[in-house]
């Protein structure tokens, strides 16, 4: 290469005859002309290794989810691990929360929030960093598990019959598109009146029509929210609900077997309890009366009622760990991104930096005890999407890049967060683990957002490795982080570190 700083032309020439000139040049160019960098790089014999079986795995985890085209994987992910617990409870194979519901009052509080950091930072110049995050970032889908649960501390949850998706909540990106603008409108009219000499209680006073205008919008595109709802559901034999709210349902609509679509136990297993009184003189069942179904009744319950009465497990109760290597990252601090919590007076994010084995052993903790937690990875990383025969595994010797392209592309992990090569992008649910025989982990099984018919049956495979190098974070309950980490989580301060900074960057809204 010549000195200069300019490219010659001839470089390129010489460039030429040498990669024609080896037959494996040759070979990689033709496999992926034809087929596509993913497909030519793929080590069939590397993703054939790896199974779907899972010395720790839990029973029950419901039909899986799919946010569609949106960026709600945060919300997904916590609502999937909310739900294990009223499955528990109602003794039912699946149960679904409206993430329509969530949708809607996360984007009313996005909006205040981000009103509220517009008024506040009305005296900035406009080419201010941190107004053009506000004014570019305050409005997606994005989010972290602590948005999630302080909506259901603050709005509660209800059903997903409750309020079912919408087209607008499928894809996104037409309502998002009229939130943008109307939230910049109305940054905009702040800042004039600032300019007009307005004091900043003028400016929140000004605030109030603004979100009106946005509950609108909202409402138009999702639905309005019900203040109030009828909770009827089947349950099974064991759920541990007010008796006097079930019923037992007999007879021909029993035949339609709506409780298997539902989840309920009692439509596809036996009733210990009534097996006799249900058979005939003979001991077989009597073909003139279905197996009865139990549906709960509660009508008219608030969404905050339904948490309360039907979903057992505390949205305060849990501990945010990541595992983000480097120098200006160390281990053992608390880290709070600024301009980034979505609910103005909630819970803010308090992101606990530990060594990835803690983050394996708290992971490992949960599933043993039955209860899934929320992961967030680089998901698109080594990822063999849409492949008919192994695409949903992700691990690192199974996409073979190296070889295909005769280049290194390894990276240090902590120079791949400040180079912005990778970022934990997207949030899952861990629901089992393989471990070897010293207990460590050898892959997890993961469950997604992105329906049934992507990865495997929904579900992804993701080897250790793959999860030590593009992995980096889990919310598991505080009874799964040893003691004397919590005792250092709990007095620990929280840094406040910039979203636009490495670290930021590194943990972006995951969607």
Not at 336 to 349: A, F, K, M, N, W
Not at 408 to 425: H, I, Q, V
Request: proline share 5%.
């Amino acid at each position: 290469m010549p000195s200069s700083s300019a490219l010659p032309q001839g470089w390129s020439d010489a460039q030429r005859q040498a990669f024609l000139s080896s037959r494996a040049n040759r070979i990689a160019r033709n496999a992926v002309v034809a087929s596509g960098v993913n497909a030519a790089a793929r080590n069939a014999s590397a993703m054939r290794s790896y199974h779907d079986t899972f010395s720790v795995s839990r029973k029950r985890v419901g039909k899986v989810t799919n946010q569609r085209h949106s960026g709600r994987c945060w919300m997904y992910s916590a609502f999937n691990v909310l739900r294990a617990s009223t499955m528990e409870l109602l003794d039912v194979d699946d149960f679904e929360f409206s993430q329509a519901y969530g949708m809607f009052y996360d984007k009313l509080e996005k909006a205040n929030a981000t009103l509220e950091r517009l008024i506040n930072l009305v005296d900035r110049p406009y080419d201010d960093r941190a107004l053009d995050f506000v004014l570019t970032e305050g409005m997606g889908d994005g989010g972290y598990y602590p948005f999630a649960m302080n909506l259901v501390t603050k709005w509660g949850l209800v059903p997903s019959k409750a309020m079912p998706e919408t087209a607008s909540s499928k894809d996104s990106t037409q309502m998002n598109a009229r939130l943008g603008r109307l939230i910049r409108r109305d940054a905009a009219r702040l800042r004039q009146m600032r300019g007009d000499g307005a004091e900043k209680e003028a400016l929140r006073a000004a605030k109030g029509p603004m979100l009106e205008e946005v509950w609108r919008l909202l409402a138009i595109c999702l639905g309005e929210p019900p203040e109030t709802f009828d909770l009827e559901t089947p349950v099974g034999k064991d759920a541990k609900v007010d008796p006097t709210k079930v019923t037992k349902q007999q007879g021909a609509a029993q035949a339609e077997k709506p409780g298997a679509a539902s989840g309920s136990k009692c439509a596809t297993e036996e009733d210990d309890k009534g097996d006799q009184e249900e058979k005939g003189e003979n001991g077989e069942e009597d073909e003139r009366d279905e197996k009865p179904r139990r549906i709960l009744r509660d009508p008219q319950i608030t969404p905050r009622q339904f948490v309360e009465r039907y979903v057992p497990a505390d949205p305060a109760d849990y501990v945010e760990l990541i595992s983000l290597p480097g120098d200006k990252r160390p281990f053992g601090h608390v880290y709070h991104l600024t301009y980034t919590d979505s609910i103005v007076g909630g819970r803010p994010i308090r992101m606990f930096n530990v060594a990835p084995e803690i983050l394996d052993a708290a992971a490992i903790a949960s599933l043993r005890s039955g209860i899934p937690c929320e992961m967030a990875c680089d998901v698109m990383q080594d990822f063999p999407r849409g492949d008919e025969d192994f695409g949903g595994i992700l691990a690192t010797d199974t996409m073979d890049y190296g070889a295909l392209f005769d280049i290194d592309f390894a990276m240090d992990r902590a120079d791949m967060y400040d180079l912005r090569e990778s970022s934990l992008t997207h949030a899952m649910c861990f629901q089992g683990v393989e471990l070897n025989e010293h207990g460590a982990p050898v892959a997890w099984r993961v469950e997604n957002s992105w329906g049934d018919k992507s990865c495997k049956d929904g579900y992804l495979v993701v080897s250790a490795d793959w999860f030590h190098h593009y992995g980096g974070e889990i919310v598991v309950r505080r009874e799964f982080v040893p003691h004397e980490l919590l005792e250092l989580y709990d007095r620990t301060t929280a840094e406040d570190v910039a979203p636009w900074s490495g670290f930021g960057c590194a943990l972006p809204p995951l969607d």
